[in-house]
């Protein structure tokens, strides 16, 4: 876990209007990022599932996050974590001290 607390994260999401902007910068950012967790996909879309590929030649370490195997987990990722994504991520940014939910009164019905 100290690996993760003293790392400087950048969280990126690439949704645009211009398509092509997007994929450009997306596979830009796969080229010099150092951890990139593949979350909830079945990894067959391209160009989204070259990403990971990309990102993997250039060292990146490879997390990937499903309820299921894909294509990239048996060469590509280096970490595999079984679950719904949003039981593994809350689990991960909890140990990391924190909470997807930081507001959480806001979501109790009851």
Do not use: H
Request: proline share 4%; net charge neutral.
């Amino acid at each position: 876990m100290c690996l993760f607390r003293r790392a400087q994260a950048r969280l990126r999401l690439f949704w645009r209007a211009d398509p092509l902007g997007a994929q450009l910068e997306a596979k830009e950012e796969a080229g010099s990022c150092d951890l990139m967790l593949v979350i909830g996909t079945s990894a067959v879309v391209s160009p989204a599932c070259d990403l990971p590929v990309m990102a993997k030649r250039r060292g990146a370490v490879i997390v990937e996050i499903n309820l299921e195997e894909t294509q990239l987990t048996q060469y590509i990722s280096n970490w595999i974590l079984k679950g719904s994504a949003s039981e593994v991520m809350s689990r991960i940014v909890g140990a990391l001290g924190g909470s997807i939910f930081p507001d959480r009164a806001r979501f109790d019905t009851g």
